[in-house]
């Protein structure tokens, strides 16, 4: 039965410029000229029947509808990666990292050219937020939230746990009554938008938001479930509602005043995102030496 999905191709021109955000690096990773991009990404939304990114200039975003197609895109070329390791002999000269869709695009892709100098080697990224995936032979490390209990794997604390509420200044000035102390009595729950934790990874959910604040927890009402982190933070930008914000994941949001972060500032002991290896990675140099990298303070930043 002949399979009903897009050209592979514009969907791998969809992922690279989804990745990148950008046309024109896209093209350059790919190494075509930037209007085939531009067809590309035309004759797939064309095959979809909706637009994947809001042109703006040179500008471009992604569309809701994009968000989706590229964390499924991304997981088909990542898995499509991996499994090819146990086919095509393995280059040591190069390095997978596992992340979450949302860490790997705002905090390692914001590094990539710096990881790559520091390892002198090309690093790929498989994302899953379904931590077992990343214990598959083929993936040479990962990033993982926690409190420091990985089994038998090594790890190192990139970046404590703290959480706090998120908003834009535009829902800030359009809601004066939100009490960031107790956002459910407060506000329309239907703009209360809820990341969970379906994998069980000890993320922070606003159940365990009002457990940290001290907080006798109402009853829950019908909140907005929102499974992607990214697209999350672009509706907390566009003033769509508020959500549970993770210190060193929108940091840049907060520096360009698209986002405030308002109320306490939340944390527990020993939770945190963490680099988790095998002890026998380290003997592998171009991983010591991205190690090295990414938990030096300055460099890592």
């Known amino acids: 039965m002949r399979r009903n ?26 190494s075509v000229a930037q209007p ?43 898995r499509l990666e991996l499994g090819l390791r146990d086919i095509v002999p393995r280059n040591d000269q190069d390095i997978l990292i596992g992340a979450s869709f949302g860490v790997a695009h705002l905090w390692l892709m914001p590094r990539i050219s710096g990881m790559r100098m520091a390892a002198s080697a090309t690093v790929n990224f498989l994302t899953s937020d379904d931590y077992r995936s990343f214990d598959e032979p083929g993936v040479d490390c990962s990033i993982r939230f926690g409190n420091g209990d990985f089994g038998p794997y090594c790890h190192d604390l990139l970046f404590q746990e703290r959480c706090q509420i998120i908003a834009s200044p535009a829902f800030l000035a359009a809601h ?39 907080k006798p927890l109402p009853e829950l009402k019908k909140l907005t479930t929102i499974l992607s982190y990214p ?14 914000g993770y210190w060193g994941l929108e940091d840049h949001l907060v520096e360009e005043q ?32 991205l190690r090295e990298f990414l938990l030096d303070p300055v460099s890592g930043a």
């Open 5 to 30: 999905i897009p050209p592979l191709n514009a969907l791998l021109v969809f992922e690279t410029a989804a990745r990148h955000c950008n046309f024109t690096r896209a093209a350059a990773d790919l």
């Open 36 to 78: 085939a991009v531009t067809r590309q990404i035309a004759k797939l939304e064309g095959w979809i029947g909706t637009d994947l990114f809001n042109r703006h200039g040179n500008s471009v975003e992604l569309t809701a509808e994009g968000h989706a197609l590229a964390q499924v895109s991304e997981a088909i070329f990542d």
């Open 231 to 244: 697209t999350m933070l672009d509706m907390v930008c566009a003033g769509e509602g508020i959500g549970i």
């Open 176 to 214: 004066p009554e939100l009490d960031p102390n107790d956002p459910i009595r407060t506000t329309d729950p239907k703009h209360m938008f809820e990341h969970g934790d379906p994998h069980q990874n000890g993320w922070t959910t606003w159940e365990s938001f009002y457990k940290s604040v001290g």
């Open 258 to 289: 698209r986002i405030k972060r308002v109320g306490q500032a939340i944390g527990r002991d020993g939770y945190g995102y963490y680099l988790v290896y095998k002890k026998e990675m380290l003997a592998k140099r171009s991983f010591s030496r």
